[in-house]
């Protein structure tokens, strides 16, 4: 288990990188590092590990060798979420092990949004995706807390966000080109509290003039 090997998976924003040790055909554990480190963190622990399992530790976003996010662009805690999304889609692991580090110890903030910020993306993406992890393995954290009051509508809301975001970028085709009145009926049709004039009057600026349409 000291060698590995390196991985990459696409991803809009250019790559997420990985690296792998053990067989690939065995138990599938996905490692997550911590704040700002990188896969390395787990070069020291995984030969220490069975040998049977075959442990992919991926560098979030702007970490390590994976791509960074676009200029300007902000680091979301959920955002980290869809990074495990595209590398476990990659894999096509339906059910694995989640061994995850760090990432932002606990606040005391009574503050729900604040709290959830700085908690640990390993217990996010079991409380989410709870299908698909068999095994949650925290190494210096506490977990996942959620107030009962909140747990059901949070899952609601962030799953169906990343839901459709994941969806769209897969599905991404080259945009339709459409006659300005057909493109103004598609308009009405997606915005029904929009008047005929003021779906034109947006048009004007929300739509490109190609040779096509």
């Excluded at 991803?11 to 065995?26: C, F, I, L, Q, T």
């Excluded at 390395?40 to 530790?57: E, Q, R």
């Excluded at 676009?70 to 990659?90: E, I, M, Q, R």
Aim: charged letters at 20%; proline letters at 6%; one cysteine or more.
């Amino acid at each position: 288990l000291g060698m590995f090997s390196e991985l990459k998976f696409p991803v809009p924003w250019g790559h997420v990188a990985a690296k792998a040790w053990g067989p690939s055909e065995g138990r599938p554990v996905l490692c997550l590092h911590g704040w700002l480190d990188n896969a390395n963190t787990f070069d020291k622990l995984i030969p220490l590990l069975p040998k049977d399992c075959y442990y992919v530790a991926m560098d979030f976003s702007g970490h390590g060798l994976s791509s960074h996010r676009p200029a300007g662009s902000a680091y979301h805690f959920l955002d980290y979420v869809c990074d495990v999304c595209w590398v476990t889609a990659a894999l096509q692991w339906r059910r694995f092990t989640l061994m995850g580090h760090s990432m932002g110890k606990m606040k005391t903030s009574l503050n729900t949004e604040l709290f959830l910020s700085y908690c640990f993306i390993s217990p996010q993406f079991s409380f989410l995706y709870p299908e698909m992890v068999d095994k949650l393995i925290l190494l210096e954290n506490l977990g996942f807390l959620l107030a009962p009051e909140d747990a059901e509508a949070w899952l609601k809301s962030k799953r169906m966000v990343i839901d459709r975001l994941l969806s769209l970028e897969a599905k991404q085709q080259t945009p339709k080109a459409r006659s300005p009145e057909a493109a103004l009926q598609r308009l009405l049709e997606a915005n029904r509290h929009l008047t005929a004039e003021s779906g034109a009057i947006l048009l004007q600026r929300g739509a490109t003039e190609t040779p096509a349409g």
